[in-house]
């Protein structure tokens, strides 16, 4: 083969091999640009799934793999930013994001600065420290749903978790024991709405916690004692004409029982006799003010 020959050869073989990586690069852009915007917007899901794509597609481009490993380490520190500021629902969602997708890093797993392991434990922490704040802040507002209703995210997903099943204990005798004083001291609103957070979610407690110190019976017995309670109380004072206070108690009685038809008819009722003694109050009041000044029209004569 003459120089001229060879030399023509190598031209060839350069520009196919420019061309292929050429088209390679046109291919591949797009993907990691879509990647890049996915991270941009926090969705990381949908980042993770793009540079998937492209490392499957080119599984030895150093390039992908490094842009790869970069974007999950920037995942990763977003979760830690999220937890230090005490945002641990959003650090839960980021830490479990790497987690559920943490098969699809098994060809350089050993790369990343986290392992399952480390994930599944700062999950656990967040779950753990997040409900215990939500606990606290809505025993101290009497939201007593809502302070069970904050341990079940945990325990739905570590169902076998010793110590959120503890707290959980903790909790319901809490409740419990708020009841049972509110129901000695005729505070009767406080006791149905504590009894009424143990009575609804009575089926969920007693499947993650096995034994529970008191019964659906029991609850529903007290429930019904503080319905009826408040429902002469307010029947009282509607009786006097105290149209008022018999509305807000009966408005009480539906925080624990909001199905309550027969007290909802009430309340309109005694609502819309409210409106019309208004009504004749500001007529008789318009009326009075006319003659006032019929007198005085009279009187300057």
């Known amino acids: 083969m003459t120089k001229v020959s060879l030399l023509f050869s190598l031209c060839i073989l350069l520009a196919l091999f420019s061309c292929s990586s050429q088209k390679k690069d046109v ?22 799934e793009s540079y998937s794509i492209a490392l499957q597609k080119y599984p030895d481009d150093g390039i992908v793999l490094k842009g ?7 995942i990763k520190m977003s979760a830690d930013k999220a937890f230090e500021a005490k945002k641990y629902d959003l650090a839960q969602s980021r830490y479990s994001t790497l987690l559920n997708n943490f098969p699809r890093f098994k060809t350089f797993e050993k790369t990343l600065s986290f392992d399952t392991r480390w994930l599944t434990l700062k999950i656990k922490e967040c779950l753990l420290t997040g409900s215990l704040i939500q606990v606290q802040e809505a025993m101290r507002s009497g939201n007593y749903a809502t302070a069970i209703g904050a341990q079940k995210k945990g325990l739905q997903t570590f169902p076998g978790w010793e110590i959120l099943k503890e707290n959980l204990i903790k909790t319901i005798a809490e409740i419990h024991s ?37 019964t659906p019976l029991s609850l529903e017995d007290r429930i019904k004692r503080c319905r009826t309670q408040l429902t002469r109380m307010g029947l009282l004072q509607y009786r006097k004409g ?22 909802k008819k009430a309340i309109a009722n005694a609502e819309e006799q409210l409106k019309k003694i208004k009504k004749t109050c500001h007529l008789n009041s318009f009326m009075l003010s006319w003659e006032r000044l019929e007198f005085m029209v009279i009187y300057a004569q």
């Open 27 to 48: 291919s591949i852009q797009p993907i990691l640009d879509e990647a890049q915007q996915y991270f941009a917007q926090n969705n990381h899901q949908k980042a993770i």
């Open 68 to 74: 790869y490993i970069k974007i999950l380490e920037e």
């Open 178 to 214: 708020i009841g049972n004083k509110a129901l000695e001291e005729e505070d009767y609103l406080t006791a149905g709405k504590s009894y009424s957070a143990l009575f609804d979610n009575y089926a969920w407690m007693k499947k993650a916690v096995s034994t529970l110190p008191l």
């Open 242 to 263: 105290n149209l008022k206070e018999a509305i807000s108690i009966w408005k009480g009685i539906l925080k624990f029982d909001p199905q309550n038809q027969e007290i």
